[in-house]
């Protein structure tokens, strides 16, 4: 490698390293500044990153530099491992339920294929976020076993859709500062009655959206705690697990990320170099995960989430 390429290699390297070390310590800031909490929901894709810049740059450069990249990258690494560590608690005998959360994209997302997936999926309630009433109706259900239990509310364009193999009593509530829907369901496993939440907040791409999508969070985990069921939490979050709203939502509802144990699962974008997962359930420590699936491309720019939950063991 000629001098003047090497040196090139060398600052890009120093470069990134150095970008990705910085963005690694905003990310934990993330109650700061919203662009901060951006910041913090690409651990993997920094984990990884800084690894291998740290690599090459030890072998090609200078050794205490490329320590300070590794570290940052396995502090990374260390945020991201209990997704992949941590099990579900095993599951009793008996039946489960089956969810489905799909941000259909702002009806981006085609029908047909959307039908026909729903069908092989068996999934017992399916929430179709950013759906309107006009891209409903341009669903074929006739014979597919599902049909729409709710409205979307007159003064939105999109909306969550409850779609049950069976009639659903659907409860909509307006949460938040910018009073955005929220659909509460029951529903049974084994036996046992259940709270399910769907929810879709703002997207966190500036100060005032991240605010309402705060506000949403911490009135429904008031709702949460006044629950006397078992408790479902799901959608597209609008925020990954290292963000500072998933983790105070999770420790003040004491809710489950049905995530651990299954990987980082990432929804969005469909495009395999973001690797970002914004769609969850989170659930009651009763209950359990017995499956988690991630689904195909259909249109939209998120992948659907499939989780299977039953009564845990204990």
């Known amino acids: 490698?000629?001098?003047?390429?090497?040196?090139?290699?060398?600052?890009?390297?120093?470069?990134?390293?150095?970008?990705?070390?910085?963005?690694?310590?905003?990310?934990?800031?993330?109650?700061?500044?919203?662009?901060?909490?951006l910041l913090s929901n690409?651990?993997?894709q920094l984990a990884l990153g800084l690894i291998v810049v740290g690599v090459v740059y030890f072998f090609g450069f200078g050794r205490w530099t490329a320590f300070i990249f590794v570290a940052a990258g396995v502090v990374n690494a260390f945020l991201v491992a209990p997704l992949y560590l941590d099990d579900p608690a095993p599951a009793a005998a008996g039946d489960s339920l089956r969810l489905v959360s799909f941000n259909v994209g702002a009806g981006r997302a085609d029908t047909a294929e959307l039908v026909e997936w729903m069908e092989t999926s068996e999934a017992d309630l399916v929430f179709l976020l950013e759906s309107s009433e006009e891209w409903l109706g341009g669903m074929?259900?006739?014979g597919s076993g599902y049909s729409v239990s709710n409205q979307i509310p007159e003064d939105r364009i999109y909306g969550i859709s409850v779609l049950g193999t069976s009639p659903t009593v659907v409860e909509q509530l307006r949460l938040g500062s910018t009073r955005d829907p929220v659909m509460r369901v029951e529903a049974t496993v084994s036996g046992e009655t259940v709270a399910?939440?769907?929810?879709?907040?703002?997207?966190?791409?500036?100060?005032?959206?991240?605010?309402?999508r705060d506000d949403l969070f911490d009135e429904l985990?008031?709702?949460?705690?006044?629950?006397?069921?078992?408790?479902?939490?799901?959608?597209?979050?609008?925020?990954?697990?290292?963000?500072?709203?998933?983790?105070?939502?999770?420790?003040?509802?004491?809710?489950?990320?049905?995530?651990?144990g299954f990987g980082l699962a990432a929804t969005w974008p469909t495009s395999p170099l973001s690797l970002v997962p914004?769609?969850?359930?989170?659930?009651?420590?009763?209950?359990?995960?017995?499956e988690r699936d991630i689904g195909p491309d259909l249109g939209s720019d998120h992948l659907p989430l499939t989780v299977e939950v039953s009564v845990a063991s204990n």
């Open 278 to 290: 914004l769609d969850h359930m989170l659930h009651s420590e009763s209950l359990t995960t017995v």
């Open 140 to 142: 074929e259900m006739n």
């Open 196 to 212: 399910i939440y769907a929810v879709h907040p703002r997207p966190p791409d500036s100060a005032a959206k991240t605010a309402a």
């Open 42 to 44: 690409f651990r993997f």
């Open 221 to 260: 985990a008031d709702m949460v705690a006044r629950e006397t069921l078992p408790v479902i939490v799901i959608g597209d979050f609008n925020a990954t697990p290292w963000s500072y709203i998933f983790r105070d939502f999770s420790s003040e509802t004491g809710l489950v990320n049905s995530q651990k």
């Open 1 to 37: 490698m000629g001098s003047g390429l090497r040196t090139f290699a060398g600052l890009a390297l120093l470069t990134l390293g150095f970008l990705g070390t910085l963005a690694t310590a905003l990310g934990f800031f993330g109650s700061t500044s919203w662009f901060f909490d």
